[in-house]
């Protein structure tokens, strides 16, 4: 019965639900808000709210790490990363990139939405 548990990682990270989470994760990096505040003499205390693109342009970078663990080799992929450094918004194009990567493996399906009159 030991030889079953010879080898049995301790835990393990599901990567369908890893990308999912990182996809999320660029998705929603535009409704976190950032706040910053400081102390002007003479104005008094000045607070700052925006939105975090730097934190998109975090997440997409992390999302195009994970995925060149299983798409290395695709020439698409590579010619469109390529394309997007050269972009205005390099980050906006990679995310693009990664999300037509993903769609052409078949890793992301786009359903109609659903007719309730069809009910």
């Known amino acids: 019965m030991e030889d079953a548990y010879a080898y ?3 835990w393990e990270i599901w990567y369908n639900g890893a990308m999912y989470q990182q996809m999320m994760n660029c998705v929603m990096s535009f409704s976190q808000s950032e706040t910053h505040s400081m102390v002007i003499p003479q104005l008094g205390p000045q607070m700052v709210v925006k939105v975090g693109p730097d934190r998109f342009n975090y997440n997409v970078r992390l999302w195009r790490a994970m995925l060149l663990k299983q798409e290395r080799e695709d020439p698409n ?12 918004w390099p980050e906006m194009a990679l ?10 493996k078949g890793h ?5 939405p659903r007719d309730l009159a069809d009910d």
Do not use: G
């Open 8 to 10: 049995a990682p301790r």
């Open 108 to 112: 992301i399906r786009f359903k109609p």
């Open 95 to 104: 995310f693009t990139a990664i999300v037509d990567i993903l769609h052409s």
């Open 77 to 88: 992929f590579r010619r469109d990363e390529e394309k997007a450094r050269k972009e205005k």
